[in-house]
């Protein structure tokens, strides 16, 4: 049974920084995709970052580009997400996915939620001004 769980989550100031961490069991797709979302407050969920496992190639939303940092651990099976120069706009449940297959693309999507099979729970975080 695959299990994704989310941990890192907090609040901080703007401008600070948080790095969450997606530790994965069960998962057996070497070259599948990886991602970040999230949803704030009556807001819909938003990619916000993925990664393919097996090219190790990330792609970002605009609004976190230059800003966050998606990597992978293979000897952990741990996925994480570096966040720096954080924002109020970035308040949100953050939640890590992943594919329930595998996926011969270079570049994993992030405006297809639906595509990833396995959720985490989620973790909070809260930027104030």
């Known amino acids: 049974q695959v299990q994704l769980v989310e941990s890192g989550g907090g609040s901080v100031q703007a401008g600070g920084s948080l790095r969450l961490s997606c530790a994965a069991s069960?998962?057996?797709?070497?070259?599948?995709?990886m991602g970040w979302f999230r949803q704030a407050p009556g807001k819909e969920r938003e990619g916000v970052a993925s990664?393919?496992?097996?090219?190790?190639?990330?792609y970002y939303a605009d609004s976190v580009k230059g800003r966050f940092t998606i990597s992978q651990d293979n000897a952990k099976n741990t996925l994480y997400l570096q966040m720096n120069v954080l924002e109020p706009e970035d308040t949100a449940i953050y939640y890590c996915?992943?594919?329930?297959?595998?996926?011969?693309?270079?570049?994993?999507?992030?405006?297809?939620?639906?595509?990833?099979?396995?959720w985490g729970q989620g973790t909070q975080v809260t930027v104030s001004s």
């Open positions: 996915a992943a594919f329930g297959r595998s996926y011969v693309y270079s570049r994993c999507p992030i405006d297809v939620p639906y595509e990833y099979t396995y």
């Open positions: 069960g998962y057996t797709y070497s070259r599948t995709c």
């Open positions: 990664r393919h496992t097996g090219t190790g190639i990330a």
